[in-house]
């Protein structure tokens, strides 16, 4: 790693700048004993990496990495336990983003096990419903408020509605199975059994799924551009999100129920990037699959979501009885 760290030092000085008096002026030690450092016949003290590391803006982290193929650093979301901290999850997670997507070239892979985050943040009851469910999960003291109750702050809704409009900018490929809705439906179901959704609200969240379903339709039926949907019965979906950019690419990998871990680390990004590509090979594109296939896959989803509706309804005679 020495020799690794000097290679970078070097790169990083001016043409004509001497990287021994360099080394000695930042250590604060003699020329002979700056030359055994950098001609590797000296060791560098932690103390010492940690000076020159920081002076020139180098991570001991990736050169410690670039040795060892079977590791990789990650960065974290924080912890989101409140309001306010899902509020910053939203305003990081857009901050992550944005400058990778704003390059015209740069698209986006998301591996659909789930409802994808981006379509649940855009100002709908649905979006409000995810919220909170969210909180309810994540909020030790968010425990017994029912739904018609939650109104979230505007700090909230506007930074969710501001990352879901970023991904709706940028050219997108989905991997969906017909399990992808699964999870919202059963997370409606339940706090509807609970008694902390109404019937109303629990119909109308249905609808809206409904119309964001009818929405994904239209666009590979008409051919939009920059939306590419694929159907996979074989492999399960993980959530993840490859994000490719001309300047390179970012891979992210959820931990928990909203928190996610990243890298930019090229290994791991064009192993993911293969995995992915071999989930695409066992999928069926049905942007070009033809009327039949799209209106099959996309029946089977309004079918659970009509099914849910019924249930609702067949509860409401069965308690009016």
Not at 8 to 16: N, Q
Not at 226 to 237: A, H, K, V, W
Request: glycine content about 4%.
């Amino acid at each position: 790693m020495q020799e690794n760290l000097f290679s970078e030092i070097a790169s990083k000085l001016e043409a004509g700048t001497s990287l021994l008096d360099t080394v000695a002026m930042l250590l604060d030690i003699s020329y002979d004993a700056a030359h055994r450092r950098t001609s590797l016949k000296a060791k560098l003290s932690l103390e010492e990496s940690i000076i020159l590391a920081k002076h020139f803006s180098i991570s001991l982290d990736q050169l410690y990495i670039a040795q060892d193929p079977e590791r990789v650093i990650m960065s974290k979301t924080a912890t989101i336990a409140s309001e306010s901290e899902l509020h910053h999850y939203f305003e990081n997670s857009y901050a992550s983003l944005a400058p990778l997507l704003a390059h015209p070239e740069s698209s986006l892979t998301y591996s659909a096990k789930d409802l994808p985050l981006f379509y649940t943040l855009t100002g709908t009851l649905l979006a409000k419903f995810k919220i909170y469910v969210w909180l309810k999960l994540l909020h030790p003291r968010f425990h017994d408020i029912p739904f018609e109750s939650f109104h979230p702050g505007l700090d909230v809704l506007r930074s969710a509605k501001r990352l879901g409009d970023l991904y709706e900018s940028v050219s997108t490929t989905e991997i969906w199975d017909t399990t992808t809705i699964n999870s919202t439906l059963k997370q409606i179901h339940f706090y509807y059994e609970a008694g902390l959704v109404s019937v109303s609200d629990a119909k109308q969240i249905c609808n809206e799924l409904r119309g964001l379903l009818k929405h994904l339709h239209g666009k590979i039926a008409d051919g939009a551009k920059g939306y590419t949907l694929y159907f996979n019965e074989l492999l399960l979906m993980n959530n993840n999100v490859l994000v490719n950019t001309p300047k390179g690419n970012r891979v992210f990998v959820p931990f928990t129920l909203l928190s996610y871990v990243s890298t930019g680390d090229v290994l791991f990004c064009e192993q993911a990037s293969e995995y992915l590509n071999k989930q695409l090979q066992h999928s069926k594109l049905l942007n070009t699959a033809g009327e039949k296939e799209q209106h099959r896959f996309f029946n089977s989803l309004y079918s659970k979501i009509s099914a849910l509706e019924q249930w609702i309804d067949s509860k409401q005679l069965l308690d009016f009885n």
